[in-house]
């Protein structure tokens, strides 16, 4: 008899988090009989929510010393973003974490270590850590660093193995949309198309709408791409009032 698979008690914080519903991935996150791992992904995910937000400081103060190392990683982010005059020795701590056999194949520290580099537009370094992949978050960020090298064909590459893993999943959608919307022509619309089921699955977020806007400007439908942004515009108006 199959084994049933455990349940995901972190799918829906994910999602939130993957579609930009930061408030509610924060104020949804108080789930009960996690395991350690689970713990430590579920508070990563908080605070790169609040990141996302731009409580940096709050992430700076909260994340102590003896934290795991994946929230310490998150913490280089939050450090790297709050400062960027003394961003060079944020860096310089996170290559000294990558070099360390003991952590420098931890898959969040290889996460960040792409999104800083990507940050600083040194695509070749940020692959260094990301190519390897792992997880379904490291695939997509190799997607978006292919795309901004241009590299559409690298890019549907590792969407192929998104797709062998999980065709579903909410990355896997979202690293589709942002191929077709990089490729152009005809995958303009079922770019659109992804993002119109998001927006009919789910809470509508700035993410989403900004995507169906880029959208309606490719295709030609300005008044519409406007009315997306406006309304993007009041919820970030509204996220930074939480």
Known sequence: MAVAAAPDHLFHLRNN??????????????????????????????????????????????????AATPLQAVKLLALYLSNPHDKESTIASLKEWLADPAIGSNAVLRLIAGIVFMHEEDYIEALKHTNAGGTMELHALNVQIFIKMHRSDYAERQLRVMQQIDEDHTLTQLANAWLNLAVGGSKIQEAYLIFQDFSEKYPMTGLILNGKAVCCIHMGNFDEAETLLLEALNKARSNCGN
Request: proline share 4%; hydrophobic share 40%; aromatic share 12%.
């Open 17 to 66: 988090f993957y579609l930009g519903s930061f408030q509610a991935a924060i104020n949804n996150s108080d789930l009960p009989n996690l395991s350690p791992d689970d713990a430590v992904e579920r508070d990563c995910l908080v605070y790169r929510s609040y990141i996302a937000l731009g409580s940096y400081q709050l992430v700076i103060n909260e994340i102590d010393s003896a």
